[in-house]
């Protein structure tokens, strides 16, 4: 059963940059679509991202033009660049395929902060 595993968070000041990454082993990952999802403490989990298995983009709006997303299927990984961080982006970041056939992983923290 594939799995997502996502890594790549931390802690960073406002203002800085990371890099989320998502593998799914398993040659079918190249079919679905994907997608990035955050829940900040006390909050309902919250659609990012997507990605189509063609390239095409969604993003939400409090993120757009500050985040990008991209996906390399030759490697069955996501990635989610995240520039100029804000507090309010602190959340556990998961990722999934679209519709949610792998259910979630364990995620990864994003702590942004001073």
């Known amino acids: 059963q594939v799995q997502p595993v996502e890594s790549g968070g931390g802690w960073v000041q406002p203002g800085g940059s990371l890099r989320l990454s998502c593998a799914a082993s398993g040659s079918i990952f190249s079919i679905y679509a994907m997608g990035w999802y955050r829940q900040a403490p006390g909050k309902q989990r919250e659609l990012v991202a997507t990605i189509t298995n063609g390239g095409s983009q969604t993003y939400a709006n409090a993120v757009k033009g500050r985040f990008t997303i991209s996906r390399d299927n030759a490697k069955n990984t996501m990635y989610l660049q995240m520039n100029s961080l804000k507090p309010e982006d602190t959340a556990v970041y998961y990722c999934?395929?679209?519709?949610?056939?792998w259910g979630w992983g364990q995620g990864t923290q994003v702590t942004v902060s001073s």
């Open positions: 999934s395929a679209i519709p949610n056939v």
